[in-house]
């Protein structure tokens, strides 16, 4: 098909003779001799406009009775229509089905369960917010990306599969290894430590596993992590590179996804106003705001979703929340100097209910400490030892975060829940398709 | 560390001071006096000189016995020193051990096995051949990434955890799954292939599994993969697409890391020889090129590694194999129309005897040939009532490709072996660091 031309380039093709291809996604018939329908190629659709006179007959009476979801090639005049979708309307000169359906679409017009929208997650895909949501996903990946490649950080891939499950298996999953038993990776931060300190600034993204028992709509057991680490920085470049790069994914989605944005009908305000700088509160800070609120806590608990919720809730955008207590946070945080009981670490919490969407901060750097933290928390220390090395070896101050990917897709397009955020999600009860 | 300068950005501040940061990667020393040092921070590499007077005599001292790898503060001024590598040298004003190493660094300049190499990756990584290769590998990622990307295509990531095994349990690696035994994906093609009836045009890039026995230097049980799939394209447009791409690679990679093949010591002539337009070649015009060597096999035999290294020393450049035997390709290639005992598929071989690189081609549309198949070769139909959807409800020619990461970034770096090609590789035997 290599003279055909994507829908998404009609535009520049006004006045001109065209062939393209297509999924017949609507249709509306006036009678016999005309037909209006609604052709999609993935990369856009457009309004075919087939009649009586322009078309042979046989093609004009295939054209009323195509089953929706049958593929079509139409050559046509490319004409430009104000009133209709992207400005233009093609009328058709010839009519070609090139595979009619075979029996009604699944899914149609109706109201569909979720779950019969996820077991045809293959065909779901074709509809129009599946389609805008991948697409800000894609622009979303391309953001980090760019920010970060711009910025002189190195893209270095964490691996998968791992012998050693540290920090216990009960969130991990086991796989079979030809005889043996590892475990899927759920971070690939303590690799990107070994290449901050070879590379300088550096990234993984792919996607990461984690067995939880959790099904809420801010939970996938495969998802999709971002996680920079960067060699001599501490908490606050750790934020710094949080909030711009964030800055960018925002601003790229209001500028590239508009359409996208407008087909899921996003309160674009709402993401406008989501423009850097974000407000800095250290966790007792937010606890002061959670007082007399039914998310309220006593110091030194973490965190769930009521107090991220609550805590938000008094920002119209993205806040970060630094300093957690020690005693409930990963042993490999760094304490901060001025107040031990306290880790230099640091989570981004969307705005709109989106919750946590980044994690970080500083890496505690000091040989003795790390060898006491992992003693004291029972961890098995010669599963550490590689990762120990970094400190006998010239440590420094190191920083990180990880971003979820689809939690960042989801808060975009404020699509509700992950699932819609990824193109073929999994959750504890779906592997399929 | 705000105030720091990066190595990569020095010789944008010859003739100021500036702080920089790194690890002491080598040292030399004119007595007492004068100590001349490597310093890494991981963007680059630079000489700084430490001499009597320009620091304290304590700062001198410590210089002098600093042990390799420890982390060091130095302020000093650039000077621009055309002998030096990358024409500047820093003479230290100030000189500041941040973390001296604790005993001696596990890899000096003596040989190390292979074993003992990547039982350190976490410290190998520091070396000048691991990280030009992981640099190397970056520009690959953007070059692949940008080149689609620029050409109008969707990332959509593929799943990983799948519960059906279609075409076989062999080569999958199982997961226990809260209960159940689900296999880690080793393809997103099919999932491409419903992704491409939704956006037309679309890749996934991410790492898949294969429990391949095998130990060879082309292979890993883990390796990222690069699948694009495009709707309404045959077997020519998806070679296209395959040459500009790899074109597009070998090109950035000349231009953007040049001091990472020179650090690889890479034949640049054979790259330069690389660029597009590739030889197209049939599998039956392969054959006849075989004939009287060692690799002569009979037709409908599939290639092997003796082959495709015979078929491509005869050129300078990548090859492009098209139209093997249908009996030897999976059940969902198409048939050429004009000789239905060939499949339109192709290889893409890399020069220099680094093999496949791409697999893929166009995909049988017909819905009743695929069934046939799928009876003809037992594979369980129910577990492909998905993708039969996806030629029920408006079948087009459909095509893609997947490309190693791994052994592509193996041959531009011209490395040996693919474990040189990723962060952290693994293989049969290892799944650590």
Same sequence: chains 1, 2.
């Avoid at 535009?11 to 018939?29: F, N, T, Y």
């Avoid at 078309?55 to 089953?67: N, S």
């Avoid at 090639?73 to 004409?79: E, Q, T």
């Avoid at 190191?398 to 397009?413: K, N, P, S, Y």
Wanted: proline fraction near 6%.
């Amino acid at each position: 098909m290599e003279d055909r031309i994507r829908i998404r380039q009609l535009a520049e093709h006004a006045g001109s003779d065209v062939v393209l291809c297509g999924w017949v996604r609507q249709r509306r018939s006036s009678g016999s001799k005309l037909h209006f329908m609604q052709i999609d190629d993935g990369t856009g659709r457009v309004q075919v406009v087939v009649k009586k006179g322009n078309v042979p007959d046989e093609q004009l009476e295939a054209a009323g009775k195509v089953p929706f979801e049958s593929t079509v090639i139409i050559r046509g005049s490319v004409k430009e229509d104000a009133r209709q979708l992207g400005g233009i309307e093609v009328a058709a000169t010839e009519f070609q089905v090139l595979s009619a359906a075979v029996g009604e679409f699944p899914i149609g017009k109706k109201e569909h369960g979720v779950g019969f929208l996820m077991d045809n997650r293959h065909l779901w895909l074709r509809s129009r917010r599946p389609q805008a949501a991948l697409r800000i996903r894609a622009e979303v990946i391309r953001a980090c990306r760019e920010h970060l490649d711009g910025r002189g950080f190195t893209n270095v891939d964490a691996p998968i599969f791992n012998s050693s499950a540290a920090e216990g298996t009960a969130t991990l999953f086991p796989v079979e290894y030809f005889g043996e038993t590892i475990y899927l990776s759920q971070t690939g931060q303590l690799h990107m430590e070994a290449a901050a300190q070879a590379l300088g600034d550096v990234y993984c993204f792919g996607p990461t596993f984690r067995a939880e028992k959790s099904k809420t709509r801010r939970h996938l057991t495969e998802f999709w992590m971002l996680e920079p680490e960067m060699a001599f920085a501490d908490l606050n470049e750790a934020m710094d590179v949080m909030e711009s790069m964030i800055g960018s994914v925002v601003e790229r989605t209001l500028t590239n996804c508009r359409p996208e944005l407008d087909a899921l009908e996003r309160d674009i305000a709402k993401l406008e106003a989501c423009m850097p700088p974000y407000p800095r509160i250290s966790y007792s800070d937010a606890l002061e705001r959670l007082k007399g609120t039914d998310a309220e806590i006593p110091w030194g608990e973490d965190f769930g979703a009521p107090q991220e919720d609550a805590v938000s809730a008094g920002f119209d955008k993205p806040i970060l929340v630094h300093r957690f207590p020690t005693a409930i946070k990963a042993f490999y945080m760094k304490p901060d100097p001025d107040q031990p009981e306290v880790v230099l670490g640091c989570d981004m919490i969307a705005p709109e209910g989106y919750g946590e969407i980044i994690g970080g901060g500083e890496r505690a750097s000091d040989l003795a400490y790390l060898e006491h933290k992992i003693a004291e928390e029972g961890l098995p220390k010669e599963a550490y030892e590689w990762y120990l090395d970094l400190r006998r070896y010239g440590a420094n101050p190191t920083a990180g975060f990880g971003m979820g990917l689809e939690r960042v897709v989801a808060w975009m397009g404020d699509l509700g829940h992950v699932r819609e955020a990824a193109p073929f999600a999994r959750t504890m009860s779906r592997t399929f398709p």
